[in-house]
């Protein structure tokens, strides 16, 4: 199995599995907290992704016969360098290349997809209920789909659009489904309602990875072009079955169609958020089900949210290639990029190949606060530190910076109005760390380093 030849989340779990990123996990596990427990524990320690083979609600007796669950597609950089199929090292250039509409490869339409073969459209049989959708953190109001990416159309423009949108079940049929305002669906709710009418929307689960990947992205058109661009060939995709909405994946493992009613809210949260708190409830659209559909022997997929792949997705594949933009701009020297997705989009570091002169990483931790509203803090490193590793970035900040000098503050600029640390509209105080070695105060011996061992041969 090779990168190249991913089209669905089955031959994604094929190429993790010889990658050694797959855990099979053979014993029940209730889908109340238990599952979204073990999630988050192997994205914390960078353990494979699990693939849940007998999960239950809450009487290990009574499993969801026939489905299997999975999260954590895309948790950390190996899994999504082989998402990607490139190197870790080559993600933010990958990344920016597939979001430059000029790469944009369109979708082709099919007629038959393997979901369309286990459908059920007559109402009193509709019931979510029934499907192993988790409640995750323990403070969760209830059980949310949070991996479901929604299809959408603008009834006026009929641009298609891939987004995610927390989900909770509210009834047999019934979803609130949140829906911030400066989204691309929120406008395409808002025009079909204020005509009184409702929207038809599809949300698919268990997908090959670039479109889980293109879902997070903000982008002009739509964003299964991204996914095209990625796999280097047209996604297939196909019309839902009691929606007009004809871009939905072909090769998803679940589908639920419906409606996006008019002039309907209802209370749904709190839930885990991208900050790593918990938010408020909210007032959202109601999404009513007309149509399941599933893939035989269906494999559910989640993301656990609050937590790494939660923030993988949404706030550092989208991010890296324009923080590498402003960065390279403000200095030649920017060799890569990382948001670490354990800082929750708000820290980023830059690492220099070499620095030309002493200003440099202040200059550059200057572009990236303009990137962005969201960074907050801007940590600049040399050419030897690993970024993609917790404990070299604090080796690096506990040895090369001198804090009464190598730090510099930025008060009262815009960040997140999520962001705990500023104030409700979002002001507050950004921070440049230079943590680069060199600042000609005293020499350094050369640093200490073990060439890593594969640990499997002396630990089995
Ligand atoms: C796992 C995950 C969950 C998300 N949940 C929500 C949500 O509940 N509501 C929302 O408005 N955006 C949510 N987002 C953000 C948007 O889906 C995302 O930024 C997307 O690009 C918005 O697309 P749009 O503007 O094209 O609609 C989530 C993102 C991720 C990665």
């Not at 870790?88 to 979901?115: F, G, Q, Y």
């Not at 090959?208 to 903000?218: E, H, N, R, T």
């Not at 019309?239 to 419906?258: K, Q, S």
Request: charged content about 20%; some cysteine.
């Amino acid at each position: 199995m090779r990168p190249a030849d991913v089209y669905d989340l089955r031959s994604y779990l094929a190429l993790l599995e010889a990658h050694g990123q797959l855990v099979r996990v053979r014993q029940p596990v209730s889908i109340i907290h238990e599952a979204a427990n073990v999630g988050a524990t192997c994205e914390r320690l960078q353990q494979p992704a699990p693939l849940f083979e007998c999960i239950y609600e809450d009487d290990p007796a009574r499993p969801f016969e026939g489905w299997r669950l999975f999260s954590s597609a895309l948790a950390h950089p190996e899994r999504v360098a082989l998402a990607l199929g490139c190197a870790k090292s080559e993600i933010t250039a990958t990344m920016a290349r597939v979001l430059d509409p000029a790469n944009a490869v369109p979708p082709v339409r099919v007629n038959d997809a393997p979901w369309k073969r286990n459908v059920i459209t007559d109402p009193d049989k509709i019931d979510v209920r029934t499907l192993p959708i988790p409640k995750h953190a323990m403070g969760d109001g209830g059980r949310f789909i949070t991996g479901g990416v929604v299809i959408s159309k603008h009834p006026e423009t009929g641009i298609g659009n891939l987004s995610y949108n927390r989900m909770e079940i509210l009834g047999p049929r019934t979803l609130g489904m949140n829906i911030n305002q400066w989204r691309d669906l929120q406008r395409a709710h808002a025009a079909a309602e204020a005509k009184g009418e409702r929207l038809g929307v599809a949300v698919a689960i268990g997908l090959d990875p670039a479109i889980m990947i293109a879902a997070g992205c903000k982008y002009e058109g739509d964003e299964t072009n991204i996914a095209g661009a990625i796999r280097g060939r047209p996604v297939e995709v196909t019309r839902g079955i009691t929606v007009d909405v004809d871009t939905i994946p072909a090769h998803a493992e679940l589908v639920l169609e419906g409606y996006l009613l008019p002039n309907a809210r209802r209370r749904e949260g709190p839930l885990a958020e991208f900050h790593g708190y918990y938010g408020e409830p909210w007032e959202s659209p109601v999404f009513e089900v007309t149509a399941i559909g599933w893939r035989d022997a269906p494999i559910y997929q989640t993301i656990v949210p609050g937590w790494h792949e939660h923030i993988y997705i949404g706030n550092v594949l989208p991010r890296e290639p324009l923080l590498m933009r402003f960065v390279s701009h403000a200095s030649k020297n920017v060799r890569a990029v990382h948001i670490p997705p354990y800082t929750n989009g708000f820290l980023v570091v830059v690492q220099l190949a070499k620095k030309t002169n002493m200003g440099e990483p202040r200059n550059i931790a200057l572009a990236a606060f303009a990137a962005h509203p969201n960074f907050r803090v801007c940590v600049v490193v040399d050419g030897d530190v690993d970024i993609y590793d917790p404990s070299d970035l604090l080796w690096a900040l506990t040895t090369r910076v001198d804090w009464g000098q190598d730090v510099f503050t930025v008060p009262r600029a815009q960040g997140h109005e999520m962001d705990p640390a500023n104030d409700s509209k979002g002001i507050g105080t950004k921070i440049g760390i230079d943590a680069t070695f060199d600042k000609g105060r005293r020499p350094y011996g050369q640093r200490v380093s073990y060439p890593l061992v594969e640990l499997a041969k002396y630990l089995a």
